[in-house]
Nanobody, 124 residues
């Protein structure tokens, strides 16, 4: 069993930055890809970014390319999502999740462990 805990959310003005963290405990992330998803008000949960277990391969939704960066610190067993140039449409609950394999996948159904989420609110 893996426990995932997100942190770093908050309230920020448009154009600002936040860094989200996802810490794993229990079996940890070892050997598995990790992804970030979000769910905005009245919207379905959607893919944001993912990183392979090696950290070499990353994958981003078109809406965040060039603004968000996902990275992994294996020593700290933590995955980060650096979010720059934030927009009001980035508002939502951000979830991290562990993939069933080592890849940086974008399909929600391929993720088997999920955190409780952290709220990100971007004001205009």
């Amino acid at each position: 069993q893996v426990q995932l805990v997100e942190s770093g959310g908050g309230l920020v003005q448009a154009g600002g930055s936040l860094r989200l963290s996802c810490a794993a405990s229990g079996r940890t992330f070892t050997g598995y890809g990790t992804g970030w998803f979000r769910q905005g008000p009245g919207k379905e949960r959607e893919f944001v970014a993912a990183v392979s277990w090696t950290g070499v391969i990353t994958n981003y939704a078109d809406s965040v390319k060039g603004r968000f960066t996902i990275s992994r610190d294996k020593d700290k067993n933590t995955v980060y999502l650096q979010m720059n140039s934030l927009k009001p449409e980035d508002t939502g609950i951000y979830y991290c999740a562990q993939h069933k394999g080592e890849i940086a996948g974008s399909r929600m159904n391929d993720y088997i462990y999920w955190g409780q989420g952290t709220q990100v609110t971007v004001t205009s």
